[in-house]
């Protein structure tokens, strides 16, 4: 039996809120698919759970003083439309 001082690995089960749309506002420094700043973004793979939990909630703090408006503007067409399905 091979015994190491080998700290723990910390459990990581909250995902990343990242929806793949990655331009920030510049404005706000925050970006506009998942709402982390560059530094929150950099860090969360080495984030444990209460770091991450207390991110998502400003997430959901900073999209709600934006409003619904400001999340994520469509940048590409929808398949309908490209085949000419337009309504």
């Given at each position: 039996m091979c015994v190491t001082n080998q700290t723990p690995i910390p459990s990581r089960t909250i995902p990343s809120p990242c929806v793949s749309v990655c331009q920030l506002d510049p404005e706000t420094g925050w970006c506009r698919g998942c709402w982390r700043t560059m530094i929150e973004i950099a860090s969360w793979a080495r984030l444990v759970d209460d770091e991450r939990r207390t991110i998502i909630q400003e997430l959901h703090e900073r999209r709600a003083s934006r409003?619904?408006?400001?999340?994520r503007r469509p940048t590409r067409r929808r398949a309908s439309q490209r085949q000419g399905g337009e309504r």
């Open positions: 409003g619904s408006m400001d999340r």
